[in-house]
């Protein structure tokens, strides 16, 4: 992301540069990339030697579960003991600025589109809350709340937001994140937060008991798809041929000659205003103008998007789509995981329900951009790494029906699990409500807290991006790609800290870190890459999570 730290107040408590000199020392013997190999040759007496070795003794399964799409702001925003409380912001990092980027919106535009904008019966009480219900909110953070001035059940499915790759970064604005409701479809909605989720989240109840982590940052800008692909890889896709092919449709318009830039190109017809609706871009398409796929695209292998070719293949979506991304062939975590003699899995809500209706229409809650896997070519069917390692994470909160769950009370478990829920428990706004990703996921975790495997885990909880959600903490410099939005991320595990708030740096890749800490894997190209990308400018990269664990 090109932008200036200088362009931020040095004083201020979410400057990057200031926020890592104060969390540097937490994170610098944290920051090698993947590999604790480097660590393992420093002198017996090394604290990071010792804490290898500790790592590689006492940790024996890591589950990651990743939930979707909400910012740290909307539901963890006054956790006890966070670093900058959402309740403590100042006017001058909350203000949001039209769109010219230098005026102050005198409020909040309308929520586009209604915030409830269909009908839902929930706990006896019905909900239709319309765009025209709420209008002139401050300019300022607000708690979502019903017709009445209560505080809207977490049960309820609000409207979606944008949360795209150009659009996350011209929200950000250099560091600011100041221009959210700019560049926001949803209007007055991205500056949202729920306001009782000390009472009402399952997960804040677990948080203070182990360590919430509240300075993670989503991996990459933009979406889940994007973000996915970055869990298990650190990089995004490239489509060369794209450049020049009918897939050049998709490629995005930006500002100025350079490819790279981070700014979408506006449509002539786009409002000049965020008072006056969403904005127009010229062309906003799934790949940068460069040909890196950012957003979201089919996957190349059924269960996609997109059905196999007349004719052709049914394991395959149809080559000639150009929706479909061609195969990947760079590494990712389970390649290095099996070259290790590691066994692995990665767990999809629904993903063998979608295998059975293949071609059948729409799959209820398997979400084919969910599975990063079935976008490697390593990963096709056919082959024993799919049949080994991409298993179904079944339905529902039952282990007669969850096979995750049915492996967690079995204690199968491999040595690193990914468990990614059915659509309809992930907590993704507009077609997903918060209280049943909330209460599914703490079902999961107690079922590992009371498994045969849970003295030696460690449980990640995290989301995949912030769904478009305003937060105030600025996003470090990085790379081209990320890390983006600030999101929540909870460690639990007997070797947590207890009761416990970190301050490191961290991003989604952390969790790529801590896996080859443990089991002392080359490092994958893009997590090095952002490694370069930090020492370049003489600064530590994001930690591993080690500094969330207490092994003695």
Known sequence: MKRDEDDLDPSHPDNPGRRRLLGGIAAAGAGLALGGRDALALADDDPQARLTRALRTQVRNIVVIYAENRSFNNLYGNFPGVQHPLSEVAAEHYTQLDRDGRTPLPQLPKIWGGLVPRIQDVAGKRYNITQAQIDGLANRPFPILDTEGKPLPLGVITRDLWHRFYQNQMQINAGRNNQFV???????????????????????????????????????????????????????????????????KLLSVVEGEDPTGIRLKLATSSPASALDGPPRFFKDGALTADGYAVNTMAAPYQPSHVRPAPGGDPALADPSDVKVLPAQHYATIGDRLTAKGVDWAWYSGAWQYALDHEGTGPVPDFQYHHQPFNYFANYAPGTEAR?????????????STNRFLADVDAGRLPAVAFYKPQSSLNMHAGYADVASGDQHISNIIEHIRN??????????????????????????????????????????????????????????????????????????????????????????????????????
């Not at 677990?206 to 509240?214: G, K, M, P, W």
């Not at 049949?387 to 282990?399: A, E, F, I, M, S």
């Not at 991006?465 to 470090?476: F, I, K, L, Q, T």
């Open 387 to 399: 049949r080994r390692h991409l298993r179904d994470g079944g339905v529902g909160d039952d282990p």
């Open 182 to 248: 700019a560049w926001a479809n949803s209007g007055a909605l991205v500056m949202g937060y729920y306001p009782d989720t000390a009472q009402d989240l399952r997960l804040w109840s677990i948080a203070r008991q182990y360590t919430l982590c509240d300075n993670f940052f989503m991996g990459a800008f933009g979406g889940s798809w994007l973000n996915h692909i970055f869990l298990i890889s650190g990089q995004a896709p490239y489509w060369p041929q794209a450049l020049h092919g009918p897939a050049s």
């Open 451 to 552: 498994g045969p495997q849970w003295k030696q885990t460690v449980v990640i909880v995290t989301h995949d991006e912030n769904g478009g959600w305003w937060d105030h903490v600025s996003p470090p410099v990085g790379d081209r790609w990320g890390p983006g939005s600030r999101i929540p991320a909870l460690v639990i595990s007997p070797l947590a800290r207890k009761g416990h708030v970190d301050h490191t740096f961290y991003d989604t890749n952390s969790i790529l870190r801590l896996i080859g800490r443990v089991h002392d894997l080359e490092p994958l190209d893009g997590v090095a890459a952002r490694d370069r990308a930090f020492a370049s400018r003489g600064q530590a990269g994001p930690g591993d999570l080690s500094a969330a664990l207490d092994l003695g």
